[in-house]
């Protein structure tokens, strides 16, 4: 609901969590079908190739990664966006320090704060 204190998360309030070495995350505004997640990336960070069945959107910005989803290998950079569908493999790696926007559709419950 637009307005409903609860679903407000301020920046200083935002819990910082480090899932893997060289990332940082932060879950964002939610409820019960969407997440936004901000992500941290050092430079040459390589995540772990994986797929979920949520649909990802994902826009940077700052910085640059290399992607490869479902085996179709792109490099984007500050400003650009693009959706992994759910059930697709793929594996991001920042060809420098980066900061990216997530969202999640269903919410990742796996990233829900305890």
């Not at 204190?5 to 940082?24: K, L, R």
């Not at 797929?51 to 479902?70: F, M, T």
Request: aromatic share 8%; hydrophobic share 40%; charged share 25%.
């Amino acid at each position: 609901m637009i307005g409903d204190p609860n679903s407000i998360v301020h920046t200083a309030d935002a819990i910082s969590q480090t899932p893997e070495a060289g990332m940082i995350r932060q879950v964002l505004a939610h409820n019960e079908k969407l997440m936004l997640v901000r992500h941290y990336f050092e430079a040459d960070w390589v995540g772990a190739r994986h797929s979920h069945p949520h649909d990802q959107l994902v826009y940077v910005i700052k910085g640059a990664l290399r992607l490869d989803v479902g085996g179709h290998v792109f490099d984007v950079a500050a400003g650009d966006s693009f959706v992994v569908d759910g059930g697709v493999e793929h594996q991001a790696s920042a060809l420098e320090a980066c900061e990216v926007l997530d969202v999640f559709t269903p919410i990742r419950e796996d990233y829900r704060p305890k």
